[in-house]
């Protein structure tokens, strides 16, 4: 579990976040606390932390683990950080971190529903006020909606097939358990298939989990929200788990940077975008081997990092 286990990219996190006394930061995915643990003391004495988190349970966690008089800890979503900022008195923060993706409490507990290796309840709500599950999904959703979800979401090959045949046995009885959906999907991906991957129900549940979470369309705004709360020199540092998340995240990036998007040909630019921030990271930052070994969830992560250059967005 994280709260054992080193963050992913923690080192760098502090490093491209700029902490140091006296810093104003906002991790806007706090989880467990790890990163915000670690940028606390970095900002000690006198550096403040404000912690959003969706997941009541990981907040739990992090109020019990970090020190109450520099943390102000919130349920809520990224993009509610201006909203919060106004209600801690703060106008901006000197950095903001991103840490997507799913955590390993919610992967270890069993009655959330994200993972295919213990059997419980399809929910993979990551906040529990909403009334949207993964129940709800693959029992509601058309064969072609759910082929959508799953090609778009999860890359998977075997959307269409995995799709009919959840449709088809939901027709017999409704999925309401993950071991129900681990059998729906095994059934309807050739065995030579199932073989050549980790678990043939992968891609399935991440598709799900992005897909009840909005993981993907709330994303963009979320980095703006963050973007809008950052001082002239603010770092948003973002880490990424899924490479449709890092498109998003590079995209907006470069938007901040005023790339030209006017046809080709023009005699002058007609977009009018401007430069209000500078990309640190032309290439992602990527875990060193070493922590990958430590810890395997961050195989596949990559960080971004923008600075912001103006007072206007």
Same mark, same amino acid.
């Given at each position: ?183 729906? @999907?095994?059934? %309807?991906?050739?065995? !030579? =298939? /199932?073989? *050549?991957?980790?678990?043939? $129900?992968? &891609? ?85 081997? @070493?922590?990958? %070994?430590?810890?395997? !969830? =961050? /195989?596949? *992560?990559?960080?971004?990092? $923008?600075? &912001? ?5």
């Amino acid at each position: 579990m994280e709260k054992v286990h080193r963050p992913v990219l923690l080192r760098e996190s502090v490093h491209w976040l700029g902490c140091a006394p006296g810093k104003r930061i906002a991790d806007v995915t706090v989880g467990l606390g790890g990163h915000a643990e670690a940028i606390l003391e970095a900002c000690a004495p006198d550096g403040v932390l404000i912690g959003l988190d969706r997941d009541e349970d990981a907040l739990a966690v992090a109020r019990a683990r970090l020190d109450p008089s520099r943390v102000r800890l919130y349920r809520a979503n990224a993009m509610e950080l201006p909203q919060i900022m106004d209600r801690e008195g703060l106008s901006r923060v000197d950095g903001v971190l991103f840490d997507l993706g799913v955590s390993s409490l919610q992967l270890e507990t069993p009655e959330r529903g994200f993972s295919f290796q213990s059997d419980g309840p399809l929910d993979m709500r990551m906040d529990r006020r909403q009334e949207l599950t993964a129940a709800h999904l693959v029992n509601e959703r058309s064969e072609h909606e759910l082929a959508q979800i799953l090609r778009a979401y999860g890359e998977e090959r075997w959307a269409v097939a995995i799709a009919k045949a959840i449709v088809r046995a939901r027709a017999t009885r409704s999925l309401v358990k993950t071991r129900d959906l681990v059998d729906v @999907v095994r059934s %309807a991906i050739p065995a !030579r =298939a /199932r073989a *050549a991957h980790p678990h043939p $129900a992968t &891609r399935t549940f991440q598709a799900l989990r992005i897909a009840v979470n909005r993981e993907m369309e709330d994303l963009a705004p979320s980095l703006e929200a963050a973007f809008s709360c950052l001082t002239r020199g603010g770092r948003l540092v973002v880490i990424t788990f899924h490479s449709l998340e890092d498109r998003i995240v590079k995209t907006t990036m470069r938007n901040w940077e005023g790339t030209c998007v006017c046809p080709p040909g023009l005699p002058i630019c007609r977009c009018g975008r401007l430069r209000v921030a500078h990309v640190l990271t032309p290439r992602p930052l990527t875990p060193a081997p @070493v922590d990958v %070994a430590e810890n395997p !969830r =961050a /195989r596949s *992560a990559k960080m971004r990092v $923008a600075e &912001r250059l103006a007072d206007t967005v």
